[in-house]
């Protein structure tokens, strides 16, 4: 345990002129170098949540929270959903149709995955309904062979609300033939998401003039809303065990697994690469300490003769390394956390003085930079900075006890 002593002894050398500029200048610019580092980790990794959970709410915003496929022996998809919607925690289930087809408009064909819904269920519909940017879910009515486009699909096909195009399910015959079927549908409606994922490749009709179309084929389920989407990954395989064996739950977790891996890597790589600031800075901790070592021999070797033992004087650099880190730990911390709270406002400011835009709405979804802080990543930073700069203090701190008294003396 650190005394009052050996703090003392401490704090003096860290407020020592004596030692000379240079050395006070490392000691600055160590300093410095932690704060830096950790209020850049902080800062990025926030930015990052926030382009995560920017990213799953566009995401879910055409995605429910699992679906539930398979069969369950004389249950329609119908009632299934109404089963899951009894359920504690299910927000909301609709049955859903899907399967790839062929979108033709004139010259122009287009894949895409059709997807047959249910428009006066509430749940992942509702969210569907706030991307639309023309028309509306409710004209999806069965028997009315309508159908909602992604907005860049429809781009792609040429047309716009109120036209009409034929969509085209590619399947074979008993006998191994080709045999396509093929419906006229009307555009009732655009909706916008953001991802390519959903913009360019889904369509939305009834379920009953999906369900009509594949005459039995295609994949067939319930779509699930939780209260919560953080306990989906949990509570869907329940909820499937629940309804019956022959289902088979998948969450938003492994159905955009890809999206969410891809990002924990930016994160882990980021996080890496600025540990190497703070790594420098540690650095220059050790290089300070060595240079206040040889600097300080004949104190310590006065201290030593007077009875300060050499654990004492580990701890006296110990200590004096330490309270730099701490320092430079804590003001990064605090700037890190200024910045996180308010980077719309400094990224506002930059634009306007700098005259330039981060995120060009021509070219960019996301307009704005989001920021969530979590104080968990904070507490990690805050605990590995203050980890490194203590380890580059052992070895100037190890060498300082290992300094004979007599030795020291005679050469003074």
């Given at each position: 345990?650190?005394?009052p002593?050996?703090?003392?002894?401490?704090?003096?050398?860290?407020?020592?002129?004596?030692?000379?500029?240079?050395?006070?200048?490392?000691?600055?610019?160590?300093?410095?170098?932690?704060?830096?580092?950790v209020?850049?980790l902080?800062?990025?990794?926030?930015?990052?949540?926030?382009?995560?959970?920017?990213?799953?709410?566009?995401?879910?915003?055409?995605?429910?929270?699992?679906?539930?496929?398979g069969?369950?022996?004389?249950?329609s998809?119908?009632?299934?959903?109404?089963r899951?919607r009894?359920v504690?925690?299910?927000?909301?289930?609709?049955?859903?149709?899907?399967?790839?087809?062929?979108?033709i408009?004139?010259?122009?064909m287009?894949?895409?995955t059709?997807?047959?819904?249910?428009?006066?269920q509430?749940?992942?519909?509702?969210?569907?309904g706030?991307?639309?940017?023309?028309?509306?879910?409710?004209?999806?009515?069965?028997?009315?062979?309508?159908?909602v486009?992604?907005?860049?699909?429809?781009?792609?096909?040429?047309?716009?609300?109120?036209?009409?195009?034929?969509?085209?399910?590619?399947?074979?015959?008993?006998?191994?033939?080709?045999?396509?079927?093929i419906?006229?549908?009307?555009?009732?409606?655009?909706?916008?998401?953001?991802?390519?994922d959903?913009?360019?490749?889904?369509?939305?009709?009834?379920?009953?003039?999906?369900?009509?179309?594949?005459?039995?084929?295609?994949?067939?389920?319930?779509?699930?809303?939780f209260?919560?989407?953080?306990?989906?990954?949990?509570?869907?395989p329940?909820?499937?065990?629940?309804?019956?064996?022959?289902l088979?739950?998948?969450?938003?977790?492994?159905?955009?697994?890809?999206?969410?891996?891809?990002?924990?890597?930016?994160?882990?790589?980021?996080?890496?690469?600025?540990?190497?600031v703070?790594?420098?800075?540690?650095?220059?901790?050790v290089a300070?300490?060595?240079?206040?070592?040889?600097?300080?021999?004949?104190?310590?070797?006065?201290?030593?003769?007077?009875?300060?033992s050499?654990?004492?004087?580990?701890?006296?650099?110990?200590?004096?390394?330490?309270?730099?880190?701490?320092?430079?730990?804590?003001?990064?911390?605090?700037?890190?956390?200024?910045?996180?709270f308010?980077?719309?406002?400094?990224v506002?400011?930059?634009?306007?003085?700098?005259?330039?835009?981060?995120?060009?709405?021509?070219?960019?979804?996301?307009?704005?930079?989001?920021?969530?802080?979590?104080?968990?990543?904070?507490?990690?930073?805050?605990?590995?900075?203050?980890?490194?700069?203590?380890?580059?203090?052992w070895?100037?701190?190890?060498?300082?006890?290992?300094?004979?008294?007599?030795?020291?003396?005679?050469?003074?």
């Amino acid at each position: 345990m650190i005394r009052p002593l050996e703090l003392f002894i401490a704090l003096r050398y860290v407020k020592s002129r004596e030692t000379g500029f240079f050395v006070s200048f490392i000691s600055w610019v160590s300093l410095l170098g932690v704060a830096l580092g950790v209020a850049a980790l902080i800062t990025i990794l926030s930015v990052m949540n926030g382009f995560e959970g920017e990213l799953r709410e566009r995401l879910l915003s055409l995605s429910a929270h699992a679906t539930l496929t398979g069969s369950v022996s004389g249950q329609s998809e119908a009632l299934l959903a109404e089963r899951a919607r009894q359920v504690a925690g299910v927000k909301a289930a609709t049955p859903f149709v899907e399967s790839q087809a062929l979108l033709i408009h004139g010259t122009e064909m287009e894949g895409a995955t059709v997807r047959g819904i249910d428009p006066t269920q509430e749940g992942d519909v509702t969210a569907i309904g706030q991307s639309m940017v023309a028309g509306s879910l409710a004209d999806l009515t069965p028997g009315a062979n309508r159908i909602v486009l992604g907005r860049s699909l429809a781009f792609q096909l040429g047309v716009t609300v109120g036209d009409e195009l034929t969509l085209m399910v590619p399947t074979v015959g008993i006998g191994g033939e080709l045999s396509p079927r093929i419906r006229a549908f009307s555009v009732a409606g655009l909706f916008e998401v953001g991802l390519q994922d959903h913009d360019s490749v889904l369509a939305l009709a009834s379920f009953e003039d999906v369900a009509v179309l594949l005459q039995g084929g295609g994949v067939r389920g319930v779509r699930v809303v939780f209260d919560d989407v953080f306990k989906a990954p949990v509570a869907a395989p329940l909820l499937a065990r629940s309804l019956g064996a022959g289902l088979v739950a998948r969450d938003w977790t492994i159905e955009n697994a890809g999206y969410f891996r891809a990002i924990r890597i930016e994160k882990t790589m980021m996080t890496l690469i600025l540990l190497l600031v703070v790594a420098v800075a540690a650095f220059n901790i050790v290089a300070m300490l060595v240079m206040v070592v040889r600097a300080k021999r004949t104190d310590i070797a006065i201290l030593r003769t007077l009875g300060l033992s050499p654990a004492s004087v580990v701890k006296v650099f110990l200590s004096q390394g330490i309270a730099i880190g701490w320092c430079g730990t804590l003001l990064g911390v605090v700037l890190g956390l200024l910045l996180s709270f308010n980077v719309e406002l400094v990224v506002g400011w930059l634009e306007r003085h700098l005259h330039f835009q981060v995120l060009d709405s021509e070219v960019y979804y996301v307009t704005r930079i989001p920021s969530v802080v979590q104080m968990g990543d904070v507490l990690m930073i805050g605990v590995v900075a203050l980890l490194l700069t203590l380890a580059a203090t052992w070895y100037p701190a190890r060498q300082a006890a290992a300094t004979e008294p007599a030795d020291a003396l005679r050469y003074e």
